[in-house]
């Protein structure tokens, strides 16, 4: 600082600068929320909600505001980490364009004749890693992205017997068949299903650790106390359990801490899967994250008009602030307990997206058993699939 400044604020009995509240980080797009909240209300009251966890208020599309299907959302910023949410929501339509390629003497043919468009709806959210930029991208970019990809597939898309498939063949030029070589599964979707492949990993370039963290799996985290005790351990080449005494090396924080939804990877992410986290590291130190975290997304393809859709089937998207606090059932509990009653509503799933944020408050012990209360920023969509039929409209 300058001595002008320091003689002006402290020498004449200047005020002291107001503290700036913690903004977003930069980032390659400018942070703001999703264009479908704009005019949105809050529940309570953004102006006189205090500053407790379970008084922030909850934001949700204002009523003239429809989403595709009619969908709802809601979203509320938790346990004064930031003035700002990480998470990021995105949701409209598709328009897939459809050429019909010909000859060179088709062209100009071609010029006069309209594309033809699929018309898809797209719903999405993504949660930052220690700040919003990555998800902010994401939001902003990915369903752009989709879209060309699509289009380099229409003909598939549309045929009576599409082409593609994930067995034996690649889904992209990018991706070595990634999904068949590590035998990706659907209970893959937490940190602990794949502790094999994360040692392995270490096992194979143990300069990733820095000599900071241990490859090896204990039962429970080990302390100074343990030292030359028999204990049990698994390495990445095992398939069960084994013993050891405990040595010096064995102390370092574990790779993976933890099990289920609360295994950390190297004491950082809760997540096996990841966007834009090239330059993440541990904090405070230069150990990166990304050769342990994947990029390939898990897909579940459901064709809708297989399916037996009733006015209550719906898809809830949440960020994991929800699901850290109510379990899958407990969530199936709360849609079929509220959407039956209220079907004369037109913005009932919007209310249920509310609904399903309060719940994650602390309020309602007969779902949570201890009225957990979520302390991570919560964002919710309800999509209503019976509304696919209907034609749902976009922002």
């Not at 009523?63 to 809601?74: D, I, S």
Request: hydrophobic share 35%.
């Amino acid at each position: 600082m300058s001595a002008g400044w320091f003689r002006r604020r402290f020498l004449t009995g200047g005020p002291l600068p107001a503290p700036r509240p913690p903004g977003p980080r930069a980032s390659p797009v400018p942070y703001r929320r999703p264009r479908f909240l704009r005019g949105s209300g809050s529940s309570p009251g953004a102006a006189d909600a205090s500053r407790r966890s379970d008084a922030r208020p909850v934001r949700s599309p204002a009523r003239g505001r429809t989403l595709p299907w009619n969908a709802g959302y809601a979203e509320i910023i938790n346990a004064e980490k930031s003035e700002f949410n990480e998470d990021q929501a995105a949701c409209g339509k598709l328009c897939i364009r459809r050429y019909e390629f010909g000859s060179e003497e088709d062209r100009e043919w071609l010029t006069l004749c309209p594309e033809e468009f699929l018309m898809g709806h797209y719903w999405a959210l993504f949660d930052g890693h220690g700040g919003p930029a990555a998800a902010i991208l994401a939001a902003n970019t990915l369903h752009s992205c989709l879209r060309r990809q699509l289009e380099a597939v229409v003909e598939g898309m549309v045929a009576a017997q599409p082409p593609m498939h994930l067995s034996g063949r690649c889904v992209c030029p990018s991706d070595p068949q990634f999904v068949e070589e590590k035998g990706i599964k659907a209970e893959d979707l937490v940190i602990g299903a794949l502790e094999g492949a994360f040692q392995e990993c270490a096992f194979v370039y143990p300069e990733l650790l820095a000599d900071e963290f241990t490859r090896l799996e204990f039962p429970r985290r080990l302390k100074g106390d343990d030292l030359g005790q028999k204990v049990l351990f698994r390495d990445h080449h095992m398939s069960g359990w084994s013993y050891k005494c405990v040595e010096k090396s064995d102390l370092k924080y574990p790779l993976i801490h933890g099990h289920g939804r609360q295994a950390r990877l190297l004491g950082t992410l809760a997540v096996s899967r990841g966007l834009g986290d090239h330059q993440l590291r541990v904090l405070d130190t230069n150990i990166q994250l990304k050769p342990f975290l994947l990029s390939v997304p898990q897909v579940t393809v459901l064709d809708m008009d297989q399916l037996d859709l009733q006015e209550e089937d719906v898809v809830v998207m949440a960020t994991d602030g929800l699901w850290d606090v109510l379990s899958n059932e407990q969530v199936a509990w709360l849609v079929r307990s509220f959407l039956p009653g209220n079907r004369e509503d037109p913005h009932r799933f919007s209310e249920l997206a509310q609904m399903l944020i309060h719940s994650t408050q602390g309020k309602d012990d007969h779902l949570t058993g201890e009225g957990q209360v979520s302390y991570d920023d919560v964002s919710v969509f309800v999509i209503p699939l019976n509304s696919q039929s209907q034609g749902g409209s976009g922002y």
